[in-house]
């Protein structure tokens, strides 16, 4: 019996976020509803309670892109539809596409004009129940994957489709730049995927020793030291292949000294810096031939990084367990903000329970 009313964070607007009483939403045709387990922070969800994403305006939504359930209702036909029964473990790609335009029909569907993503314009995850939309992208989870590291497997895609674009090809060197728990992902994906040398710079000594303990090489502290006086030293002058960055506009520039000559750059950030100095991207290229890269979300159908994720994962291979640090209750979603900003207690990805 699931009850009428649910408790949710509600985003009514930049820095307005509720935990309130709503109605528990009821499944239409090809949906499921979804009893949350678990739900995490994602490296957006900091800045879109700050209100630097755009969120509808009609009505406020339900926060929270990263969530693992159970199934609880399947909607007419959602069983056939997205292939999952009654009380299986469950998690949602961000984005629920609209399978029509010229993206979505190359199945490039994190690219869709018209996508529908969790947390933004579609309710998420951070309540009781949520519902799983039919143009959603459904994946089952195997036992060996804990709830508190399910959350994480959003981020996995991520860091596996970023390197991708990178074309990281086998024995070449990669500076990881940042990033968060995505960087502490990467290091391991690069790893995987056979890169020679893994230098990892972050500001903070705690995620580089769990950088090393995860794959990484070399570890510089981007307040400390020369990173690029560094990442030129240990590469023999040279610079790196290969720059994977999910930090900010500063970043771009930085990186772009750490390069070969030809070095690819993928550029990862999910926000600007508006206050930073404009880059000279004609400068920077021209001489060196530099290649910069886009990347954003997890992927299309043909990169299928979320499955990928998942069994990676599930073997081992990438271990989640030194990333996601803490877990909190949802009431206390304020307090998590803020454990997550603030790093509190080291925290480097922070789960909440509903
Ligand atoms: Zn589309």
């Known amino acids: 019996m699931i009850d009428r009313t649910m408790r949710a964070v509600l985003t009514y607007g930049p820095g307005d976020l509720r935990y309130e009483s709503v ?5 239409g045709p090809g949906e499921v509803l979804v009893k949350v387990a678990r739900v995490g922070m994602g490296i957006n969800d900091p800045t879109i309670a700050e209100g630097h994403w755009p969120i509808r305006t009609d009505r406020p939504t339900i926060a929270g892109h990263e969530f693992v359930g159970t199934v609880a209702v399947l ?8 292939g999952v029964a009654l009380g299986e473990r469950v998690l949602a790609e961000q984005v629920a596409f609209c399978r029509t335009c010229y993206y979505c029909r190359r199945g490039w569907y994190h690219l869709c004009d018209r996508p529908m993503l969790f947390g933004l314009n579609l309710d998420g995850g951070w309540a009781d129940y949520m519902i799983f939309p039919e143009n959603s992208i459904v994946h089952r989870l195997p036992p060996e994957i804990s709830d508190g590291s399910a959350i994480a497997l959003e981020s996995t895609s991520c860091g596996i489709y970023t390197v991708e674009r990178g074309g990281l090809a086998l024995g070449e060197t990669v500076v990881v730049l940042g990033g968060g728990f995505l960087g502490l992902i990467m290091v391991q994906v690069c790893a995987i995927m056979g890169a020679g040398l893994i230098i990892y710079c972050e500001d903070d000594d705690h995620r580089l020793q769990t950088g090393k303990s995860l794959g990484a090489h070399v570890t510089l502290n981007l307040r400390r030291d020369d990173v690029v006086a560094e ?13 994977v960055d999910h930090g900010q506009t500063e970043a771009i520039e930085l990186g772009s000294k750490m390069l070969r000559k030809r070095g690819r750059f993928v550029v990862g950030a999910a926000y600007a810096n508006l206050k930073a100095r404009a880059i000279e991207f004609g400068a920077i ?32 291979a990438i271990r989640l367990d030194p990333v996601v640090t803490h877990n909190l ?3 206390d979603f304020q307090h998590a903000l803020d454990v997550s900003r603030r790093r509190i207690e080291h925290a480097i990805k922070v789960s909440m329970t509903p």
């Not at 109605?23 to 499944?27: A, D, K, L, Q």
């Not at 909607?75 to 997205?82: C, E, M, S, V």
């Open 75 to 82: 909607g007419d036909g959602a069983a056939a539809r997205h």
């Open 231 to 243: 990442v030129r030293r240990v590469t023999g002058g040279l610079g790196c292949d290969l720059v």
């Open 329 to 331: 209750p949802l009431a």
């Open 23 to 27: 109605e528990t939403p009821t499944p």
């Open 285 to 316: 290229c021209n001489q060196n031939e530099l290649t910069f890269i886009g990347r954003t979300m997890s992927g299309g159908a043909e990169a299928n990084c979320f499955a990928r994720a998942i069994e990676y994962v599930r073997r081992g």
